[in-house]
């Protein structure tokens, strides 16, 4: 490894380490703190990364790239025998990432809001819903459950930003995890549902 990149690669899990310090405040993270804890000048940051925000946004890609991976197994790993339905494992790994999103609010606002203003093939949501696909199993139709996913984390992502009226909006307190789970298990159910009705009619066709 270069002296470049692993100078890069130092500052990353310098700042990594005070996301999670300060809660993901990034307010109360300063260049200059930065600067001290990885022994680096100040103007390296600007140097390796173009800003502070920016060294920000790729800690929090990340974080959350490595939250991910937990629910997105490889290829040889898919067609393994877990017992679960497709609608069941979805349900499992999709409530297990909406609970992340709430214990990490600061660092996800973050992360949904730079995708929304520049969504791409390589970001965290992309990478999210690539995560969910692998959730469904039964053969069906891949452009269906890749408009199936895309709409569960967008519906996700929007509930989440809206989590502070969610139960006037939706109905659904999301501050309980017994009504979030609810919310995932009824959203997922609903688009399921959608989707076979959508690939039956186009069978009969």
Not at 46 to 61: A, M, P, R, V, W
Not at 146 to 173: H, R
Request: charged letters at 25%; a neutral charge; hydrophobic letters at 40%.
């Amino acid at each position: 490894m270069s002296d470049h990149k692993k100078s890069k690669n130092h500052i990353i899990e310098i700042t990594t380490a005070l996301l999670k310090e300060y809660n993901g405040d990034t307010k109360k993270i300063t260049s200059r703190i930065i600067a001290e804890k990885a022994g680096i000048g100040l103007g390296s940051i600007n140097y390796f990364f173009g800003s502070k925000d920016h060294l920000i946004t790729e800690c929090i890609q990340r974080i959350i790239n490595k939250m991910l991976a937990g629910f997105a197994p490889d290829l040889r790993d898919v067609t393994k025998d877990d017992g679960l339905t497709d609608q069941s494992r979805l349900i499992s790994w999709a409530s297990q990432t909406f609970d992340f999103l709430f214990e990490n609010q600061a660092i996800v606002t973050i992360s949904i809001l730079s995708d929304l203003q520049n969504y791409a093939a390589d970001s965290n949501s992309v990478y999210t819903q690539k995560g969910f696909a692998f959730a469904v199993r039964g053969g069906r139709n891949e452009k269906n459950t890749k408009l199936l996913v895309f709409i569960l984390v967008s519906a996700m992502q929007t509930a989440f930003l809206a989590k502070n009226a969610a139960k006037e909006i939706l109905g659904y307190d999301l501050y309980s995890k017994t009504e979030r789970d609810l919310f995932i298990t009824d959203t997922v159910t609903m688009l399921m549902h959608g989707r076979d009705c959508k690939e039956m009619s186009a069978n009969e066709k």
